[in-house]
């Protein structure tokens, strides 16, 4: 061992870390795409799990350790994310993101069988305007007042019948409306049967020595809950699997660290 790699005692060696996560999801053929920043992670904690056999003699009344092997090594690091953004999302969900697109429109509509006072019903559409209900049935159908009868929910696309309103329950209405152009980012939860890729972590220690890690070929899973209402800023975990790739990394099949300073 070179005496260049021996720097203990010292307390420059004490630890207070700190850094960013960035993340390469492979797609669905296996291959990188692109890396990416995680945003502010308050926890990375990198540990090590090795299984064992052990075999006890039976040639004396102490019966001590005769042999010991190691079986299996997991690598595993534990990350709690703070930044709920989409492609966030998608990891702590097992989920799947994708864009997806309205185009404008007119004369839509939607029937409703049957009116409930203080009930909320869905158009199927988003981002709907120009909203107008009237009466399903009749050679004069009635039309109703917005705010007086009904009121509208233009961006989940939802009418409610008014409590108050004139609209009488197990009334059959027509509603027509129109669509605004959009597009937006969709979160498939559950849908991604794995979820795996590169990760890379960059060190920037309040104290303390700083490293670089990179993590070959990982599976993330989700560890815990997303407070979608919660009293403090919502967290969330994630289990981070680091699976051994000796064929293209032969020197480090799981990851290595570098010593920056």
């Not at 027509?176 to 960059?202: M, W």
């Amino acid at each position: 061992m070179s005496s260049q790699l021996i720097n203990t005692p010292s307390s420059d060696n004490l630890l207070l870390g700190a850094g960013e996560l960035f993340f390469n999801r492979f797609d669905s053929a296996g291959n990188p795409t692109y890396e990416r920043s995680l945003g502010d992670a308050s926890v990375v904690n990198l540990s090590t799990e090795v299984e064992t056999v052990e075999h006890y003699s039976s040639m004396s009344a102490d019966k001590g350790l005769y042999a010991s092997a190691n079986k299996s090594t997991k690598p595993t690091l534990k990350i709690t994310l703070h930044e709920a953004d989409p492609l966030n999302l998608a990891l702590g969900l097992l989920g799947e993101t994708a864009i997806v697109t309205q185009a404008a429109a007119t004369g839509k509509t939607a029937q409703i069988a049957k009116a409930v006072k203080g009930g909320w019903f869905p158009l199927g559409y988003r981002r709907v305007k120009n909203v107008v209900v009237k009466e399903a049935v009749g050679t004069d159908p009635e039309s109703y007042v917005l705010d007086v009868d009904y009121s509208v929910d233009p961006a989940t696309g939802r009418i409610q019948i008014l409590p108050d309103g004139g609209i009488e329950d197990d009334t059959a209405l027509t509603v027509t409306f129109d669509l605004e152009a959009y597009q937006a980012i969709k979160v498939s939860g559950g849908k991604a049967p794995k979820i795996r890729g590169y990760l890379r972590f960059v060190g920037d220690p309040t104290q303390g020595p700083a490293y670089d890690a990179e993590f070959w070929r990982v599976t993330i899973s989700p560890d815990g809950e997303i407070g979608l209402i919660s009293e403090d800023f919502a967290s969330f975990g994630l289990t981070v699997n680091i699976e051994n790739d000796r064929k293209n990394h032969p020197d480090d099949p799981y990851y290595y660290l570098i010593k920056k300073n």
